[in-house]
């Protein structure tokens, strides 16, 4: 007759009582399970929450549409290469933090 294994014991974690409906609160709002969310408050956080990555993307989406309306006004009117340049520069940044937080490549 084999062995079993044993799972080690689970742990548990009760909130005090004057602060059960903050963490409550905290954990719904994280939109993990209460396991993940605690896993998360220990050791850090190592993923995307639920909607974070559609809302990386339209962020993402958006800064294109930006880049793209900034490329045509420079090709169809005379426009100031000062204002433009740094803009484009900054939307350069903001793309490439982006796809880092995406954990795409640019």
Do not use: W
Not at 33 to 49: D, I, M, P, Q, Y
Not at 55 to 70: F, T
Not at 78 to 98: C, F, G, H, M
Request: net charge positive; aromatic share 6%.
């Amino acid at each position: 007759m084999s062995e079993k294994k044993k799972r080690p014991s689970p742990y548990s974690y009760r909130p005090p009582e004057a602060r059960r409906d903050a963490f409550e609160r905290l954990v719904a709002a994280s939109g993990l399970s209460v396991n993940a969310f605690l896993t998360e408050a220990v050791f850090g956080r190592n993923r995307h929450r639920p909607g974070e990555l559609k809302q990386l993307a339209a962020i993402l989406a958006r800064c294109g549409h930006i880049a793209d309306a900034l490329r045509e006004s420079g090709q169809t009117a005379q426009t100031d290469t000062l204002l433009l340049e740094p803009l484009k520069d900054d939307l350069t940044e903001i793309r490439s933090a982006l796809f880092l937080l995406m954990g795409r490549k640019p």
